[in-house]
């Protein structure tokens, strides 16, 4: 680890109480020079040795100050959902198609292909010759083509129910509006509560199953024709595990999820914070027809559900509420690696935590606060800590 060289004046006076002439002094040198005095070589006359490792112990120190410094400054920074590499290419095996009358078919070649309108923007043309002879052209629009970054933050009301308030902030890089976004949770009470501020009533969840069977509160829907609350199949390999809420936009909603606008979403349960999935997925989805399906082939070389940009943020896990502090406290500490990689904790506040956390829960628990202020921590890891004694 190379030391860092003594300011000028400092070092300056330093020199002359050694006796050496400021005329001779250079303002800054290498800590090599020291090294070698330390080790050994001759300083002027009337320089002790004893002097001289006091000096390089005093640059040793000096330099561990200025490391340490260096180390609490730094702050988090949210990493974006993540995006997997998929691109659009045209089918190179395909069949011919059939059509006519029984008896009068005729066999003709549908030449099916992917043209890139825009690779950076996820914008393609999805092309084949049509049953009449004419060329069709359907636009598609990449799931991936979006940028988004997730914020969650919990509060805990004295009813015991948490709060879990998310931004999703759809970053101006993006090339497409906010088409879906889903939220993962562990626990059959999530309800979602409110969107852009404005509440929810029973009728906006009535999709969720767990919402279904509650009795009729008389109150019309907050979100026609602009949100749809879902959720994802359980076949679907990506959302397989806990359940997944889904928030759909529709037509009157699009102008309110464009590149550099803000989806705020409020879910209430009764369990407490821990890591949970989301994903989101760029618009449209849905394909404009043009009066005849297209050939399987195309179909094919669309991405599924890999493709839509995915990460992780903080919600309900019911499982947490059954472990003793001790449980609670390993479940965070086998997840510090990846809340440091989500750019959660800063890598000296990690160190921190995964030592006083096995040692002295309290303390870190104190702590939190104060490294959330100062940007050591995230919401989601301040939340997740102080759940650890509810």
């Given at each position: 680890?190379?030391?860092?060289?003594?300011?000028?004046?400092?070092?300056?006076?330093?020199?002359?109480?050694?006796?050496?002439?400021?005329?001779?002094?250079?303002?800054?040198?290498?800590?090599?020079?020291?090294?070698?005095?330390?080790?050994?070589?001759?300083?002027?006359?009337?320089?002790?040795?004893?002097?001289?490792?006091?000096?390089?112990?005093?640059?040793?120190?000096?330099?561990?100050?200025?490391?340490?410094?260096?180390?609490?400054?730094?702050?988090?920074?949210?990493?974006?959902?993540?995006?997997?590499?998929?691109?659009l290419r045209s089918p190179e095996v395909y069949a011919k198609r059939r059509h006519g009358e029984p008896g009068k078919e005729v066999t003709y070649d549908p030449r099916p292909k992917v043209e890139v309108v825009d690779a950076k923007a996820g914008k393609y043309h999805l092309k084949w010759i049509g049953y009449d002879g004419k060329q069709k052209v359907i636009e598609y629009q990449h799931p991936g083509a979006i940028d988004i970054v997730v914020t969650g933050a919990v509060e805990k009301a004295s009813d015991g129910n948490y709060t879990y308030d998310y931004t999703?902030?759809?970053?101006?890089?993006?090339?497409?509006?906010?088409?879906?976004?889903?939220?993962?949770?562990?626990?059959?009470?999530?309800?979602?509560?409110?969107?852009?501020?404005?509440?929810?009533?029973?009728?906006?969840?009535?999709?969720?199953?767990?919402?279904?069977?509650?009795?009729?509160?008389?109150?019309?829907?907050?979100?026609?024709?602009?949100?749809?609350?879902?959720?994802?199949?359980?076949?679907?390999?990506?959302?397989?595990?806990?359940?997944?809420?889904?928030?759909?936009?529709?037509?009157?909603?699009?102008?309110?999820?464009?590149?550099?606008?803000?989806?705020?979403?409020?879910?209430?349960?009764?369990?407490?914070?821990?890591?949970?999935?989301?994903?989101?997925?760029?618009?449209?989805?849905?394909?404009?027809?043009?009066?005849?399906?297209?050939?399987?082939?195309?179909?094919?070389?669309?991405?599924?559900?890999?493709?839509?940009?995915?990460?992780?943020?903080?919600?309900?896990?019911?499982?947490?509420?059954?472990?003793?502090?001790?449980?609670?406290?390993?479940?965070?500490?086998?997840?510090?690696?990846?809340?440091?990689?989500?750019?959660?904790?800063?890598?000296?506040?990690?160190?921190?935590?995964?030592?006083?956390?096995?040692?002295?829960?309290?303390?870190?628990?104190?702590?939190?606060?104060?490294?959330?202020?100062?940007?050591?921590?995230?919401?989601?890891?301040?939340?997740?800590?102080?759940?650890?004694?509810?």
């Amino acid at each position: 680890m190379a030391l860092r060289h003594l300011p000028d004046v400092l070092a300056l006076r330093t020199f002359e109480t050694m006796g050496w002439p400021r005329r001779a002094t250079p303002t800054r040198l290498p800590c090599s020079i020291f090294v070698g005095l330390a080790l050994g070589g001759q300083p002027q006359e009337g320089t002790s040795v004893r002097r001289l490792f006091l000096l390089v112990i005093a640059l040793i120190s000096l330099g561990g100050v200025g490391l340490w410094a260096t180390s609490t400054s730094q702050q988090i920074k949210r990493e974006p959902l993540q995006k997997a590499k998929t691109l659009l290419r045209s089918p190179e095996v395909y069949a011919k198609r059939r059509h006519g009358e029984p008896g009068k078919e005729v066999t003709y070649d549908p030449r099916p292909k992917v043209e890139v309108v825009d690779a950076k923007a996820g914008k393609y043309h999805l092309k084949w010759i049509g049953y009449d002879g004419k060329q069709k052209v359907i636009e598609y629009q990449h799931p991936g083509a979006i940028d988004i970054v997730v914020t969650g933050a919990v509060e805990k009301a004295s009813d015991g129910n948490y709060t879990y308030d998310y931004t999703v902030d759809i970053l101006p890089t993006s090339f497409a509006y906010l088409y879906s976004f889903q939220l993962q949770n562990y626990s059959d009470d999530t309800r979602p509560v409110e969107i852009n501020s404005r509440p929810t009533t029973l009728a906006d969840l009535r999709i969720l199953k767990n919402f279904r069977q509650i009795a009729d509160d008389g109150k019309a829907k907050n979100f026609e024709n602009t949100v749809l609350i879902g959720e994802m199949s359980r076949a679907i390999p990506q959302f397989k595990e806990g359940q997944w809420i889904a928030f759909g936009v529709l037509p009157d909603f699009q102008s309110s999820v464009v590149p550099g606008s803000r989806l705020r979403l409020k879910l209430v349960s009764k369990a407490p914070p821990g890591l949970v999935g989301c994903s989101a997925a760029a618009g449209p989805r849905t394909l404009q027809g043009v009066g005849e399906h297209m050939p399987t082939e195309l179909e094919e070389v669309m991405p599924g559900f890999e493709a839509w940009p995915s990460g992780y943020t903080v919600g309900p896990v019911g499982f947490l509420q059954s472990l003793s502090e001790s449980k609670r406290t390993s479940y965070i500490l086998d997840r510090m690696v990846e809340f440091e990689k989500l750019g959660w904790i800063t890598p000296s506040a990690r160190r921190w935590y995964e030592k006083t956390l096995r040692n002295d829960i309290s303390s870190a628990v104190q702590r939190t606060h104060k490294d959330f202020a100062s940007g050591q921590i995230s919401s989601e890891v301040l939340a997740m800590i102080q759940a650890i004694k509810p």
